[in-house]
């Protein structure tokens, strides 16, 4: 099935001609209606806030009970694997922003949700006639570093655990029907149980840097992505079938992450230092793995120009600003297992 090509939406504040009509035979003047799906996770309820507080209509899709103080947004209960409710609570949307995924390490658990949750999510679109999905996916597809600057199609997806190659999978599916696919760094924030504490683990466990801390890493705080999603929601994308790469422009060291846990209390400073092959070594005899050496031992940052030109959101305070590490942030989550959370498994999905 194809979906419909999405018209230019209004911008909160933009004044429109009352006479341009929508393929939904909607106006313009006729308030934009945005579907969060997995709208309790992580990232889908930042998404939801920041939509809500613009004067966007949402409908949150989650399977639990959300949140009932946020103007405008209505609730639809719904799992990625039940097309018949996923179909009931995306009518109405005029967009769909996806940010619901599986984030275990069960092989099947990952198709079902991530893959053939996606193509439910994509039909269920179609039916009902919503011109653009946009997917919140991963730089995890990417695998191995180093990468260093890459821009969105510098960087061969190399996914290297069966969950990263089920989000590059559902990226394929969203593309090839129009939508559009968000590729966030490391997201922090309130919420996060993946990154800070991932990094924590790895950092307290290996009890040394690796080459002196030197690996860059793309981050992003939680609630700014959520402005650049809902600033895409409401914009046409510079193409169908873009990718966008979400995080600051400028990459920070795994030292400077190191020391602002060590200046909120959270990490005792490595004393020394390793390189990547002595870390390999001394980390596997406490359970450590490659994947988990490699968010701290080689570079992953890119280039996020192209999100920030489509939709004219500018990042313009420094990535270690906005990187706050604070005790509170990092509480368990309500939701734990199987469910709507898009960060990186142990900081890094790959």
């Not at 870390?279 to 968010?295: I, P, S, V, Y």
């Not at 570079?299 to 906005?322: E, F, K, M, N, Q």
Request: net charge neutral.
């Amino acid at each position: 099935m194809t979906m419909k090509a999405r018209n230019t939406r209004p911008v909160p504040g933009e004044t429109v001609p009352a006479s341009t009509a929508t393929e939904n035979g909607r106006t313009p003047s006729t308030p934009l209606r945005v579907a969060v799906v997995g709208a309790t996770g992580f990232i889908g309820s930042a998404v939801l806030t920041a939509l809500a507080s613009a004067g966007i209509r949402c409908i949150g899709v989650a399977r639990g009970p959300l949140r009932s103080d946020l103007p405008g947004v209505t609730s639809a209960r719904a799992d990625l694997t039940d097309p018949v409710r996923l179909a009931a609570a995306l009518a109405g949307a005029d967009v769909v922003i996806h940010a619901a995924s599986y984030t275990g390490d069960d092989a099947a658990q990952c198709v079902t949700v991530n893959v053939d949750g996606t193509e439910n999510l994509l039909a269920a679109a179609a039916g009902n006639g919503i011109g653009q999905v946009i997917y919140v996916s991963t730089i995890g597809v990417y695998g191995f570093g180093p990468h260093s600057g890459f821009g969105e199609y510098e960087a061969v997806p190399a996914p290297v655990s069966a969950l990263s190659a089920s989000r590059l999978t559902a990226e394929q599916r969203v593309l090839a029907q129009g939508g559009c696919v968000v590729r966030p760094g490391f997201v922090h924030g309130p919420g996060d149980r993946w990154f800070v504490p991932g990094l924590i683990r790895i950092l307290g466990t290996l009890g040394a840097w690796i080459d002196e801390g030197r690996s860059r890493v793309s981050i992003i705080e939680v609630n700014d992505l959520a402005r650049l999603l809902a600033d895409l929601a409401v914009r046409t994308p510079a193409q169908p079938g873009a990718v966008f790469h979400a995080c600051h422009t400028d990459p920070v060291t795994v030292r400077q992450l190191g020391q602002a846990l060590a200046d909120s209390g959270r990490l005792r400073l490595p004393a020394t230092s390793l390189t990547f092959d002595q870390a390999l070594a001394a980390g596997t005899r406490h359970g450590l793995t490659e994947r988990h050496l490699d968010l701290i031992g080689r570079d992953h940052w890119y280039d996020p120009s192209r999100i920030r030109s489509a939709t004219g959101v500018a990042l313009d305070r420094g990535a270690l600003d906005r990187f706050r590490p604070d005790r509170s942030h990092y509480r368990p989550a309500r939701e734990t297992t199987s469910s709507v959370e898009l960060t990186t498994r142990s900081g890094c999905e790959n």
